[in-house]
């Protein structure tokens, strides 16, 4: 009898939990103020975007041989980085952008973390022939972080884990109401480490970047190159961020010259730095 009326209240209480989770998820859709999109972050807030990706910025730096040593080249990334933030709509968002050449000689890659942590591999910046294709491929890590994309890969996951919750909720510690959230951002940081944003995550970010160096002054064209020089580069072995559920380079290729068009109806101006 005791049993099956705590049974009853338990579901209840699930119930209520699926549905606070979904309701979290479903009605926080906000609009991206730079992208003009509507995305669903939940409660996730840029304040916290900063603090995850700084707290798993060393053990990914420590995953790909650490910081380069080459003074020089880390000052290239640094300026580009900093340049396509600073003179692009970019530098309207909250967050602190902070650029790492990573020592790994062999791996051809560049990525982002939520909050402005973003990477570029010493491997990668040797295939790159001038700055505007560097600044090709930074404005597209920084275009992962406008767009919010690890913010919205993050509040998935938690609306994952509060419909889990509901089923495990044996584990809820009521007199420690924060003890669900902690485990949550525990797990959300180990995820940062393998982050992978689907296709269309992939399209925005290549748009966007072309806008963002196009604003501070690279030739977008640059970016056309930078995708010749990976599908030079992938091909085997571990795939680049930079390929991420792009399967076809051509394609890719063919929408940046889209978003190229689009930026310039007119054409390219010929004073951007090529
Ligand atoms: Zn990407």
């Known amino acids: 009898m005791g049993n099956r009326s705590r049974g009853g209240f338990g579901l209840l209480i699930a119930v209520a939990i699926a549905l606070f989770s979904l309701f979290r998820y479903f009605g926080s ?12 972050v939940g409660n996730v807030t840029p304040e916290q975007e900063i603090a995850l990706g700084l707290q798993a910025e060393p053990q990914i730096t420590q995953q790909y041989g650490g910081e380069s040593s080459d003074p020089r080249l880390r000052g290239i990334v640094e300026s580009v980085g900093q340049r396509v933030v600073a003179q692009s709509e970019a530098s309207k968002t909250p967050y602190r952008y902070e650029f790492h050449l990573l020592a790994d ?14 990477f570029i591999t010493q491997a990668l910046l040797r295939q790159l022939k001038s700055e505007a294709q560097v600044a090709g ?7 992962h972080v406008v ?18 919750g509901a089923a495990v909720m044996a584990t809820y510690d009521p007199n420690n109401p ?7 951002v525990i797990a959300a940081v180990g995820q940062l480490v393998n982050l992978k944003y689907g296709r269309e995550d992939e399209l925005e970010s290549d748009r966007l970047g072309v806008r963002f160096m196009s604003e501070s002054g690279y030739d977008p064209r ?5 995708m010749e020089v990976l599908k030079a580069a992938g091909g085997g072995g571990r795939q680049p961020e930079f390929f991420a559920s792009h399967p076809n380079p051509e394609n890719r290729i063919g929408k940046i010259k889209e978003a190229i068009a689009k ?11 090529p």
Request: hydrophobic letters at 35%; charged letters at 20%.
């Open 29 to 40: 859709s906000q609009v991206n103020e730079v992208t003009g999109e509507k995305q669903r």
């Open 105 to 118: 000689d062999k791996t051809v890659n560049a990525f982002a973390l939520p909050g402005g942590q973003i």
């Open 137 to 143: 491929v930074l404005g597209h890590e920084v275009a």
């Open 147 to 164: 767009a919010r994309h690890g913010a919205e890969h993050i509040a998935k996951q938690e609306l994952t884990q509060g419909l889990t």
């Open 178 to 184: 924060s003890s669900r959230g902690s485990a949550a």
């Open 222 to 226: 640059a970016m056309i190159r930078v």
């Open 263 to 273: 930026e310039f109806p007119d054409g390219v101006p010929g004073n951007l730095q």
